[in-house]
Nanobody, 123 residues
Framework: QVQLVESGGGLVQAGGSLRLSCAAS????????MGWYRQAPGKQRELVAV???????NYADSVKGRFTISRDNAKNTVYLQMNSLKPEDTAVYYC?????????????????WGQGTQVTVSS
């Protein structure tokens, strides 16, 4: 099993910045991809940004140029630097990881979610 622990959410004024962190732990053999999703009240959960094992990244159009996803492989941690925040960025942000774990002699690939962290941007 894999545990994802998020931190860094909070309340910020429009135009401000926040940095989210998500640390993965457990019987990790390989992290195939890690990313951030968000869900605003009354809306579906949506992809914000993802970084895959080779280092490639992908962003939602709404955050391109403002958000940057990065990772520290040694710490199994992914970060989301959010700049120029807007009120419409307000949501619960969830960390997601596609991870291959070792269970005895087996390798099992699974998808995991963090508990979510609230980001609120005031106008």
């Amino acid at each position: 099993q894999v545990q994802l622990v998020e931190s860094g959410g909070g309340l910020v004024q429009a135009g401000g910045s926040l940095r989210l962190s998500c640390a993965a732990s457990g019987s990790i053999f390989k992290i195939n991809a890690m990313g951030w999703y968000r869900q605003a009240p009354g809306k579906q959960r949506e992809l914000v940004a993802v970084i895959i094992s080779g280092g490639s990244t992908n962003y939602a159009d709404s955050v391109k140029g403002r958000f940057t996803i990065s990772r520290d492989n040694a710490k199994n941690t992914v970060y989301l630097q959010m700049n120029s925040l807007k009120p419409e960025d307000t949501a619960v942000y969830y960390c997601n990881a596609d991870v291959t774990t070792t269970q005895g002699i087996n390798f099992i690939r699974g998808n995991y979610w963090g508990q979510g962290t609230q980001v609120t941007v005031s106008s």
